[in-house]
């Protein structure tokens, strides 16, 4: 059974910075999509930072130069550092594991960001 538990939320003042890890037990194919999503009150989640097993990456637009994804795929986890923070990047924040050959997807219960202006 694959399981993600993610770290690393909580408050911050607007410029500030947090480092999100999600680290994954279980067996999960080796190649895979490990992504950040997240969802503000009243708003669809969104898919904020991906990154594949060959370290491609891509990135919304608006946290595109302050945001950096990264993963260590020994150890099945995968990082999110967020500088420059801004009051609309609070959030929760999820992390997502989609394995390309079976499509199967598993979940992170989520980790709270707020950012304070």
């Known amino acids: 059974q694959v399981q993600l538990v993610e770290s690393g939320g909580g408050l911050v003042q607007a410029g500030g910075s947090l480092r999100l890890s999600c680290a994954a037990s279980?067996?999960?194919?080796?190649?895979?999509?490990m992504g950040w999503y997240r969802q503000a009150p009243g708003k669809q989640r969104e898919l904020v930072a991906a990154i594949n097993s060959y370290g491609s990456t891509n990135y919304i637009d608006s946290v595109k130069g302050r945001f950096t994804i990264s993963r260590d795929s020994a150890k099945n986890t995968v990082y999110l550092q967020m500088n420059s923070l801004k009051p609309e990047d609070t959030a929760v924040y999820y992390c997502?594991?989609?394995?390309?050959?079976?499509?199967?997807?598993?979940w992170g219960q989520g980790t709270q960001v707020t950012v304070s202006s």
């Open positions: 279980g067996s999960i194919d080796r190649l895979n999509i």
């Open positions: 997502n594991v989609r394995e390309l050959l079976t499509t199967r997807g598993y």
